[in-house]
């Protein structure tokens, strides 16, 4: 075995120790070991769609994912890590086609400013495999007034 075989077995093993315990209780705070795989990793580990969306910061269209009518006690999972998101009590229906969140899992999410569309928006992704997930916007409910707008093929649903 090479030895960037052994390293990338020895990181996938303890990535799922770590996903493991995060899965125990998804608001316990966990210290983020990040994913590193290659890009032919990600392609075979991932459904095209997720891949897209995920590794090349893709966007699905609007109204669908099965995600946008979950309404069961759970969380939301990174798609590509299974690192949890987002809690079910945080979703709520925001009429954009996308599944909505008011807030996310306090250090689960890292930022940076996207400017695609020109004008300048925040684009969240995942602490751990740095997975694109969306954009957030400031025309959420209360508490927050924040809209996690999250692409469906990022996020698997963990019912509780």
């Not at 095209?48 to 006690?73: D, F, I, M, W």
């Not at 957030?136 to 996020?155: E, H, I, M, S």
């Amino acid at each position: 075995m090479q030895r960037r075989q052994f390293v990338i077995a020895l990181t996938g093993l303890f990535a799922a120790h770590r996903i493991a315990e995060a899965a125990v209780n998804p608001t316990d705070p966990i210290k983020i070991e990040k994913l590193v795989l290659s890009d032919a990793e990600w392609k075979k580990r991932l459904a095209p769609e997720a891949y897209q969306v995920l590794r090349h910061e893709g966007t699905e269209r609007a109204g669908t994912s099965p995600l946008n009518a979950e309404k069961r006690k759970g969380y939301f999972a990174c798609a590509g890590c299974d690192l949890p998101l987002f809690l079910s009590e945080t979703k709520y229906e925001s009429g954009t086609g996308w599944p909505s969140f008011y807030n996310f899992i306090p250090g689960r999410m890292e930022t940076k400013t996207d400017f695609k569309l020109i004008l300048p928006r925040t684009e969240y992704h995942c602490a751990r495999c740095e997975g694109h997930q969306g954009h957030v916007f400031d025309d959420g409910p209360k508490p927050t007034g924040k809209r996690y707008c999250n692409n469906g093929v990022a996020l698997k649903f963990v019912p509780a």
